[in-house]
């Protein structure tokens, strides 16, 4: 491992800036449950396998209630993670430009990073259906929200009851949905992401298992356009071919070792 730190520390003081591309991974770190792990969502409900939390809704609309409020209760629990934290370490010392991520518990704000780019949204985001109007949300707004659901949700029976029925409408009178990105539906940001990806001189590749398109595709963008990609994941995953290196570990344990070692090494502002 210390031999691949050395050449992570070595790429990225070479210069330029580095971007990090996050998934699930991260968050489950953070008591976030994932869709894909064995016991969750896509295990317990089959149909919704497609589409994401919105998919598992749409199948089983009844269950609408349960789901979202197991949800929101871990949400409301997690804690931004070390790994978190350290991309922020990254922002500071001047040596990453931006957080791409796939999550949408809005994590890597909280922690305090100042560029996210959400591709699958924000739970912490309203979206109007009628006049298009995207309204950021505090902490305490979404989980008073949240604790809300039980008693708005007795009587569900359709996907537009679960959409319409949770958020309060906006101003011009429209329904309002939660900002997350659902089956069929385009992924967010792509444009910005792409930009950042195709001019950093580095990519970390955080939690993310590389099976998602279109953000499985950002690290070949990155690779075409010559940057140093480090992965850092417990198990190797789909990029790893892609990667110059592998970090194997949880990203609560590795992203601090990299900035410990970067700091070691004079690498980027103190
Ligand atoms: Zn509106």
Known sequence: ????????????????????????????????????????????YDQGKQGGMLGVLMTNPEKAPEILSTFFNKLQ????????????????????KSVITQNVDGLHRLA???????????????????????KQMEQNDLFAIADEIPNKLGTITSITEIMTGILPPCSCGGPQRFDFVSFGESVQELNEAVLDVTSCSWMLIVGTSGVVHPAATLPTYAKNNDAFLIEINPKESDLTSQCDIFLKGSAGQVVPELVNALKKAGVGNK
Do not use: F, W
């Not at 070390?82 to 040596?95: A, D, Q, R």
């Not at 990073?113 to 739970?123: T, Y």
């Open 1 to 44: 491992m210390s031999n691949l730190m050395d050449k992570a520390v070595e790429a990225i003081g070479k210069g330029g800036y580095g971007t990090a591309l996050t998934g699930a991974g991260i968050s489950a770190e953070s008591g976030i449950p994932t869709y894909r792990d064995p016991g969750n969502l896509y295990d317990q």
């Open 77 to 96: 629990e997690a804690k931004p993670n070390t790994g978190h934290i350290g991309l922020v370490e990254l922002e500071k010392m001047g040596l990453l």
């Open 112 to 134: 305090g990073n100042s560029k996210v780019l959400e591709l699958h949204g924000s739970i912490y985001r309203m979206l109007c259906t009628v006049c298009g109007i995207k």
